[in-house]
Nanobody
Framework: QVQLVESGGGLVQAGGSLRLSCAAS????????MGWFRQAPGKERDFVAY????????SYRDSVKGRFTISRDNVKNTVYLQMNSLKPEDTAVYYC????????????????WGQGTHVTVSS
């Protein structure tokens, strides 16, 4: 079992930045690859970013490439999502999650989830 707690969300103007954190506890954090997803009201939960267990491999959805950066600290058991040049369409609840395999873009591959943190970008 892994417990995940996200933080760092909030209200920001378009063009601004936020840094989300996801603190993990429980089973060995470094044994899991991690992902960030987001869900806007009335929409499906969408893949945002992925980072491998070692942090050596990352992947992003096209709409956030060049603006968002995922990273992890396996000593602090934390994964981060640095979000720059935010746009109103980035408004959503952001979730972190753990995976041990399967498609990194599908939420079905992730076994443990945090409760989410709200990000609102005003125009």
């Amino acid at each position: 079992q892994v417990q995940l707690v996200e933080s760092g969300g909030g209200l920001v103007q378009a063009g601004g930045s936020l840094r989300l954190s996801c603190a993990a506890s429980g089973r060995t954090f470094s044994g899991y690859a991690m992902g960030w997803f987001r869900q806007a009201p009335g929409k499906e939960r969408d893949f945002v970013a992925y980072i491998s267990r070692s942090g050596g491999s990352t992947s992003y959805r096209d709409s956030v490439k060049g603006r968002f950066t995922i990273s992890r600290d396996n000593v602090k058991n934390t994964v981060y999502l640095q979000m720059n040049s935010l746009k109103p369409e980035d408004t959503a609840v952001y979730y972190c999650a753990c995976t041990q395999g399967g498609s990194i873009w599908s939420y079905r591959s992730y076994v443990y989830w945090g409760q989410g943190t709200h990000v609102t970008v005003s125009s």
